[in-house]
């Protein structure tokens, strides 16, 4: 809910029409603007690409999910990086009136493992919601997976039925929506940072396919689970998120030359294959310290961090040692509550006085 009000806050403070500078390596990225922006804009909406606004108004009934599949994606963002330097929220706009806005989308195109991130995670969230309109007979190309609605195994007592999800049109919309604007600028001078990208989306894509699992219900006499009914269910995204979060702590530096195949720039580790699911990189990211606008960076000034926190929430690191404030704030809230007879409830006001801590 708080995050969700966060969103909305940083769409209003950005609005979508700010953000069109396409960088060749970002080209098609703008898509996700729509999970952020207040007014449900869309098939015709500015920050999409040509292509992918043909394909919308091809799918009308897509649209609700493309916009459902950013909001996925970005939410999971902020809330996998919220303890963090670099916390998934763009830059404020310029002050300067008229100033180009750079925010996420220079984000979007510096070759950064959280640029990986980002697309890895708004690519999973298209193919989950897409599948998720599937399952529910939203959408006329596709449905459940019909090739299990029979079979199982009998000796085991469980057989197929419901509605599994089937990610395959999700998977190729997905693909089609974002990764063909993409292999548009391959041959050209954003080459390595497209390649880069498309293999990032694909790895999100892959984390929905690996973490699909089966859910199954018990039928019987008063509950004996003597047969079940068992279905194929994608992940929750929050699992699909912590996935994603953990190929980005673990990501891989890519070479910048231009070679047919994707290599390591570690050369004693080239022997390595990449898996489809790594996600990839180009450019040693920058500490997330300070507000850069034109890199698009909020910096961390004014973040509440925890005094007695060793991880990256901790005041020392989230503040970059710059020290920080300490406001008190009060809460009131209603405590002791007792029940009355008959019929209702007593509580006192308590208040509690609690240190809020905020880098410099
Ligand atoms: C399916 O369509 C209905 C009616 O338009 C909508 O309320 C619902 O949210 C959709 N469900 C999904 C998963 O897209
Ligand atoms: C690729 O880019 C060219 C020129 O920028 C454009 O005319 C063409 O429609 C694009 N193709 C696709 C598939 O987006
Ligand atoms: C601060 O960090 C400590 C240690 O990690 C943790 O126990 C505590 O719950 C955190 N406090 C808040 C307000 O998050």
Known sequence: MGRGAALGRAALLLPPLLLLPLCPGAAGGNWMWLGMAPERPGCASPPLSSRQKELCKKRPELVGAIREGARLGLHECRSQFRHERWDCRPAPAPRRPGAPAAAFGHQLSSGTKESAFIHAVTAAGLVHSVTRACSAGNVTECSCDASLQSGGSASEGWHWGGCSDDIHYGMSFSRKFLDVPLKNVTGKSGSRLAVMNLHNNEAGRQAVAKLMSMDCRCHGVSGSCAVKTCWKTMSSFEKIGRFLKDKYENSIQISDRVKKKLRR???SQRKIPIQKEDLLYLN???????????LGIPGTQGRECNRTSEGPDGCNLLCCGRGYN???????????CKFVWCCYVRCRRCETMTDVHTCK
């Open 326 to 336: 300490t406001h008190v704030v009060r809460h009131v809230e209603r405590c002791e």
């Open 265 to 267: 720039k570690e050369k």
């Open 284 to 294: 040693k990211s920058p500490n997330y310290c300070v507000e850069d606008h034109k």
